[in-house]
């Protein structure tokens, strides 16, 4: 069965650090890759995804993931965290058949301060 | 454009009672997704509707959980009779119903506590 597994359950990090978010996926066909944040109060949404081509993949507000097929990783990045950041960031993943549903990590919760 | 919007926000019941969550989709998104995450746990799939039809509802933890999508357009989730592991975050998800691969759309979720 598919499986995402996200190795942070929660970082703390002082604003202007680096971010680096691991993601690793199991399953050994083809799929779509996504990184979801959740803010306070608010609903999921979209940071980035990657479908095929360039594995670099940049997103919103800064936040870039590479795409590593021989490791089965998407790890989100973001060279500098600012207060704003703190959310709880989801790596999801489905298959590349159009529809299916998405298999969720655990989500990490990011805790910046300024 | 109206995003993907959940009712109620919050709902407290007691165990063996009755509640019925709502989702709205995107307007002309055929596909609407289920999902629940149960506390410390991941968010995890329940159904999938295209259109009015369930297309995949192998999440379903059990049949005291009925979903249906009358008309295609906003879906209900039902627990009847509710229990306390029911506690948790339901999210409703929407997207286009396209030949490829789309990202979906998240409601902010409806916090159910089953006490």
């Known amino acids: 069965a598919q499986s995402v597994s996200q190795h942070n359950h929660h970082v703390i990090l002082s604003e202007a650090a680096s971010l680096e978010l691991g993601c690793n996926y199991s399953?050994?066909?083809?799929?779509?890759l996504f990184w979801y944040v959740q803010y306070p109060g608010q609903h999921l949404q979209l940071l980035l995804k990657y479908f095929s081509g360039d594995p670099l993949v940049k997103g919103i507000k800064g936040f870039e993931a590479e795409f590593i097929k021989s490791k089965f990783s998407f790890n989100l990045r973001k060279p500098s965290v600012q207060w704003s950041d703190t959310a709880e960031y989801f790596c999801?993943?489905?298959?590349?058949?159009?529809?299916?549903?998405?298999?969720f990590g655990k989500g990490t919760t990011l805790s910046v301060s300024s | 454009e109206a995003g993907v919007t959940q009712f109620p926000s919050h709902s407290v019941i007691e165990k063996g009672q009755t509640v019925t969550l709502r989702c709205d989709p995107i307007s002309g998104h055929d596909n609407l997704y289920w999902y629940r995450r149960v506390m410390g746990k991941e968010i995890k799939f329940l159904l999938h509707f295209v259109k009015e039809s369930k297309q995949d509802e192998s999440g379903m933890p059990n049949n005291r959980f009925l979903a249906e999508r009358t008309g295609g357009t906003y879906s209900t989730l039902k627990v009847q009779p509710a229990e306390l592991e029911d506690s948790g975050v339901y999210f409703c998800a929407s997207s286009p119903r396209t030949a490829f691969v789309t990202e979906a759309f998240f409601g902010q979720g409806t916090r159910l506590t089953v006490v």
């Open positions: 999801a993943v489905n298959t590349n058949q159009a529809g299916t549903a998405l298999i």
């Open positions: 399953y050994g066909g083809t799929v779509n």
